[in-house]
C-alpha cells in the first residue's frame, strides 16, 4: 500500500476540531499497522491534555509554488486549544513559511497537504528540529527511517501526513522546520520550503542585551520577533509583532524597523550550503547559554541563533561572507525615537 | 556482500570491571600528578590508496586510532611516515606548531600539553584529507563527561565511567568516517557513514571532528548542550580548517527508538551522500534490540585487486593537475594497466566511491555524466519509469534534473548530482554493474570513471547501454556514440595520449588493453575495439605557419603548461602574429597562478586581465612586459572575463557561483556581485558571457550553465530581463559561451553536452537551435547528410563560438576535434574544418591588410590553429579554411619568467588577440593599434 499512513480526504482534518478522543482514536487507528509501540506516544500524546499550561495546537500546511519558481508552506489553518489563530499569518505562501511560535509543554497536531502541481508527483513533508516527536513524525523518506514516506503526495483527492510533536520541556529555543522528501530524500529546502518553530521557555523569560548589561526579560515584553533565514543569497524576513503575534512576510533582505528601547528579538537560521557570518553593526548581544557578549556570529546551515537586544541606534545587518557580501546579502535596521 | 557486524552490546559490565575503570579515574587526579604519555604511531598506504595511522599491531585505520588523555597531561607522539609522499603533524586545538614534513620514511617528534578538555583532531599536515586524521580527547580530571539533557528537560551530569558507548566521526569532504568505542575501551573502525548502533536510553558519547572544508552536523530527534554553554542545540558548525565537538545524549530520550538521521546539513554535502544513521534500538519488547553497529564501506574492502567479503572504497582525488582532475589514490599502482589514465577505477558491485577535493583551490560537483541504464531505477518506484528505445537527440524524458522521480530511491542512485558547486567531496554506492562516468559541472573536462564489474561475468563489465546526463537513455555500449566518449576520457585524463606536433613520432592513444563485456554480452578488447574505430599512430603534419600575418599580438592560456617554479599549472603563450612565434611565455610563480583559463583587455590593450578557473582570482597583468599588477580575490572559479566597452568597467563571470563580480574601472577590488537569478533560485552558475552596450543599455548575456539557460541582464540596474532555456530544454545542455552579432542583433550560446548552438535575439527570444550532430547516427557513427543541407558534418562537444567582428561568421571550437563555421545570414553550417583533441577555445583578430583569423585552441594539443573563415572576403564562407597553424612550445627566443618543466604548450583554452577588433571595443582603440589596421577593421560594424 503506498499510503497506509496517511488518510484520505474527510476522515481527518486539523480543521475538524477533533477532540482528544477522537485524535486518539484517529492515530490509535493509524498506529496499529505500525512496528512501534503506539502506546508510547499516546501517553505523551493525552499525558497533557488535562494540564492547564500545555497549549494543544491543530496545525494545517500546505506546500504550493510560487511566482518565481520556488516552493513554499502556506498556513491553512491554526487552532491553540480550539481557538482559531489562522488570521495571525499571511494569507499566502511565504518564505519563510509560517513562524510557529509554542510554550515548553505544548502538543501539536501538525498536518501538511501538498498542492504542487509539478509533473511527476513528489512528496512534501515537514522535518522539524527540537522538540519531540516519534520516528512517525520524523519527515523523512522511508528510505531513511525505514517505516514509512512520511510526507504528502499532491492533493488530487486529499493526501496528507499528519505529524505530532511534543514540545517537551528542555525544548525552548527557536528551530528550523523544512521539508525532507521533496525529490529525494534531502528534500526541498533549498528551494523555499523551510521556516521557523519558536520554543518560548516555560519560564516566560529570555535573556537579554542592553548595551553591555544582560538583563531577563519577560517574554511579554518584546516588541517584536524578527525570524532571519539566511539562505544561500538573501536574508529572507518574517515579522511577528509582539502585541497582536500578527505575522507580517518581509520578503528579501528587508528593511527592519524598531523604536528606540524597543526589546526586539532576532532569530537568524541559515540554510544552504554557504557558511556564513552575522554581524548587525554597532550592536553586542548575548552568545546564547553564556554571560558572553558578542558582536559576530558564524551560523552554518541549519544552525540557529536567537537574541534580544534593546533597539538604540540605526544598523546595518549583514552576511560577512565574501562573496554573500558582494550578492548583496545585507539590509538596514532603522531604530526611530519612539514617542 | 556481507558486513562487518560489530560485538553485540554488552548490557552486563562486571562489577569488577566497572570498579577497576573507576578506580582509576578516581586515582589519577588524586594523584595530583598529570601523566606523561608516549604515543608511536605511524603513517601507512591502505589498499585503496588513502592512507591511515597504525598504532601496535593493529591495522591502520581512517580515522586514526583515538587517543584518550586526561586534562593537564603531557603527550609525546612518534610518527613515522610509510607513505610515500611528504605529511607533517598537528594537532591545532591544543598546539600552535606544526611539525615540519616528513618525507617517506622519515619520523616526526611532536609533543604538546592536553591542555582543553574535549575533542581535537590530530592531523597529518599536508595528507590530512587522504585519510591521515585522528581524534586526541582530552577529559577532565574528575571524571565528569559533558551533562545531557532528559526527555522530561532535566539536565544529567555524567561520568564517564556512565558512557554505554562513544563514537568518533570525522566529517572530511563529504563523507562520515567513524569509530566506535566500547565501555570497555576497546576502538572498532566504522570506515564510512556508518550505522551508529545504540540501545534506547543508552548514554553516547559523539565526538564529532573535521578536517577541510566546513560542515554542520545535524542529528535527528535529539538535542545536546554546546559545550562551554548551556544552549542546547541539535546542529554544530565544525569551522573550515579543522574543529572538534563533543556532546552526550540519552539514546532515544523522549522521541523513542528508530532509524535517525545523522547528515551534514550543508545542502551540496547532502546531495554528495553525506549521511548516515543512528539506530536507536527498542530496549524492552518484542522488538527489543541489540544496539550494534554496522560498519561501511572501507579502504581494506573489496576493489579491484583486492578481494574481501566487506564493501569495499575506491577514492578520486580532485585536484588542479592536468589530467588528474578526477585521480585515483591509488593511480600510481594502477595507471600502467588503465593505459595512462589515473582515473579509472573499478569495483564490484555494492562498493562505493569516495570523492574527495584535496589538491583544488576552488569548488566543483561531483556529477553523473553517464551511468548503466537502470542505475537510476528507484527501489521502491513511485511512478513507473518510461524507457524509449534508444538514443537520439528526441528522448528527454528523463535525465540529471535533482531527483526526477527518484525521490525513494538510494543515495546510490543515479544521476548523482549536486545543486550548487561547494569544496568537500562525495561518496556514493554503486549496485548496477556497468560503466559510470563523472564530472564536474563547472569544468567539465574533469572525468573520473568507475566499472562496476560483477565478477560472475567474463570481461569487465560495461553494462548493455548507458543513459546520458543530457537525456539519451539505452545507448548501447558498442555505439559509437559510447565509445567515442570513452576516447575522449582515456585522451583527455591522460598526458602520454596528448597530440605532440614538435615530435615527429605518430600520435598514439594508449588504451586499457583489457576484455570488456558490451551489449549483448560479447566480450571484446577494450583497445582493439578503439583503434579498430578510431584508428591509432596517426601522423600529424607539424605547424605551418599562415602565409599572411595577424595583426599584433595573440595571448593563449596555455593552461596545463607546467613551470617549475610553482605547483599549480597554467602559463599564457603570447604569440607575435607578425612572426607567429611565441614570443612570451608568463607562468606568474610568485602568486602560483592557477589554470589560467580566458583574458580580456583594458581600452588602451596595457592591461591583460586575466582569470584563473581553479581559483578565485583574477589577475592584471602589464600587457607590455608580461609582470604581475594585482592578483584579486574575485568569487570562485571565474570562467570569462570582459570590459563594457563604454567604461572599461571589468565583468566577471563567477563560474563557481551565482553571479557576476563587477570592477569599476581603474579599481582593484570587486564592488559587487550581480546575481544572475532571483533569490532563492537554482544557481546558475554562468562561464563564457558577452558584453554589448547600446545607448543606455548595457547587456551581459550569460550562458548558464547549472539552469541550461541564457541569462539577459541589465548590467546597470542588475535587473534580469531574460532567461531563454537552450538545448531544446535538454536537462543539462550545458549552454558554454555566447557569441554576438556585433550589432547585438542576435547572440549564439554553445550547448556542450547537447551537441548544438542556439540562436537568440536581443529580445531574449529564441529564433533557432542549430543541431550540429545532425549528420551523426550514435549508433553506427556514420556521418552523412542527413539534413539535406548539401554536406556532412558534425560538431560535438561545441565550446567556444565568437561572431566575426564583421558579423559574417560563428567559428565553434567543438572538443570533438571539429571546428564548425556558421553562417550568420542563415544560421546554417557553412563548413566543417578539422581541429586538435580537446578542441576548445576561439577569439578573433585582425588579419594584416584586412579581414579577419579567427584562433582556435586545444587543451590536448601544444598548437594554435588560425581560421581563415572569408579568406576572400567575399561573404561567402564556403571557402573557409585552415590558414596555418603555430606552435606553442617555447624556442630559444621565447621570454619566460618561470622554467617550463612540463606538458610544453598544452591547455590551449581562452584566446584574445592585441588588438581587440570586435565592434564597439575597436572604437576605443589607442592609435597606435588603430594605425595598423585598415578601415573596415576599424569600423567593423558598418560591413
Known sequence: ?339 | MSNNILGFKQKVATTAMTFALLAALVLAPSMARAATHDINLSAEVLPNGQFGYKRGDRPAVIPGPTLFVKQGDTVNITVINNTGKPAGFKVPGLSNTSAAKAGPGGTISYSFNASKTGAHPYLGDGQELLGLFGAIVVDSVDGKVERYVDGDGAIKSVKASELDKQYVLFMVGSTFWGTEISKTGTQTPLWTNPVLGAVEEDIVRFHILSAGPGHTFHLHAHRWFEPGTNSIIDVKLMADGSDGHTFTLKAGTGVGPGHWQYHCHLFSHMEAGMHGSFRVDANKGSKKGPGNSVAGASPHGAIFGNASDDPGLVTFVISDEPASWYRSARADTIFKITGGTRSLEVIPPGSSVNFIMAETNTVHTMTSLLWPSGADDPINGHHAKQHSNHGNHGNHDKGRGRGRDKAKSEHASMPFDQSRAYKGGGIVKLTTPGLYVFTCKVHPYMFGAVIVDDPATDGLDLGESIDLATGIVNLPTSSDLATRLLRIFFIATAPNNWQDFTSTTPWKVTYPSVPVRITGGAVANLSDVLIARYGNDIALTPPIAPAIPGVGEVWVDTQFEKTAGKTKPGTITVVDASTWKPARKIALPQINMNNPHNMWTNRDQSVVYQTQWFDNKLTMINKKTGALIKNIQVGEAPAHVMTRPDNDDITVTNNGEDGMSMIPAGTTEVARMMPTQKAGQPATNPHGHWISVDGNQALAVTPNIFTSDVGFYDINSGGILERTPTGDSAPGAHPIAIGMMPDASKFYAANLLHHSVSVINKDGTLKKTINLIADYNPIDGTIVDRDSDGQATVGMLPIQLPVSPDGRAVVVANMGQSIIVIDTATDKVAKMLPCDAGCHGANFGAKKGGGYYAYVTSKFSNELIVVDADPNNDGDLSDAMIAGRVSLVSDGNTQTDDRISSLAGYGGQGVLAIPNVYNSWVKNLPGEWKDQLTPAQQNASRN
Not at chain 1, 519531540?132 to 493526501?159: F, M, Q
Not at chain 1, 528542555?170 to 520550503?193: R, V
Not at chain 1, 541549519?302 to 558582494?326: C, G, M, P, W
Open chain 1, 1 to 339: 500500500m503506498m499510503y497506509q499512513h496517511s488518510c484520505d480526504a474527510g476522515e481527518f482534518f486539523a480543521s475538524d476540531h477533533l477532540f482528544t478522543s477522537s485524535i486518539a482514536s484517529g492515530f490509535k487507528r493509524v498506529f496499529t499497522r505500525l512496528t512501534i509501540s503506539s502506546t508510547f506516544f499516546l501517553t505523551m500524546f493525552l499525558l497533557h491534555s488535562g494540564e492547564s499550561i500545555s497549549a494543544d495546537h491543530r496545525i494545517e500546511m500546505i506546500g504550493e509554488q510560487t511566482a518565481d519558481g520556488l516552493l513554499a508552506y502556506r498556513m491553512v489553518e491554526h487552532h491553540v486549544n480550539g481557538v482559531n489563530i489562522t488570521s495571525r499569518y499571511s494569507p499566502h505562501a511565504t518564505i519563510p513559511g509560517p513562524t510557529i511560535v509554542l510554550t515548553e509543554g505544548d502538543k501539536v497536531r501538525l498536518t501538511i497537504r501538498n498542492a504542487i502541481t509539478i509533473t511527476p508527483d513528489q512528496q512534501v513533508s515537514v522535518h522539524v528540529h527540537g522538540v519531540h516527536y516519534t520516528i512517525l513524525s520524523d519527515g523523512s523518506l522511508k528510505v531513511i527511517n525505514k517505516i514509512e514516506d512520511e510526507g504528502a503526495y499532491p492533493d488530487h483527492g486529499g493526501r496528507f501526513y499528519t505529524y505530532l510533536w511534543d514540545v517537551a520541556p528542555g525544548t525552548a529555543g527557536t528551530w528550523p522546520y523544512h521539508d525532507h522528501n521533496y525529490e529525494t530524500h534531502n528534500g526541498s529546502e533549498d528551494k523555499g520550503l523551510y521556516g521557523a518553530v519558536i520554543v518560548n521557555p516555560a519560564s516566560g523569560m529570555v535573556a537579554a542585551s542592553n548595551g553591555g548589561s544582560i538583563t531577563s526579560l519577560p517574554i511579554s515584553h518584546i516588541k517584536k520577533d524578527y525570524v532571519l533565514y539566511m539562505s544561500d543569497d538573501a536574508f529572507w524576513g518574517m515579522e511577528i509583532d509582539g502585541v497582536s503575534k500578527k505575522q507580517t512576510w518581509l520578503g528579501v533582505n528587508p528593511l527592519l524597523t524598531a523604536k528606540r528601547d524597543d526589546n526586539i528579538r532576532f532569530h537568524l537560521i541559515a540554510m544552504g550550503t554557504y557558511l556564513n557570518r552575522f554581524q548587525l553593526g554597532g550592536y553586542q548581544w548575548i552568545d546564547p547559554g553564556t554571560t558572553k557578549m558578542i558582536n559576530t556570529k558564524d551560523i552554518g546551515p541549519l544552525e540557529k541563533h536567537v537574541f534580544t537586544i534593546k533597539a538604540s541606534d540605526s544598523a546595518q545587518y549583514l552576511n560577512a561572507n565574501f562573496s554573500r557580501k558582494l550578492m548583496g546579502m545585507k539590509g538596514s535596521f532603522n531604530v526611530n525615537a519612539g514617542h
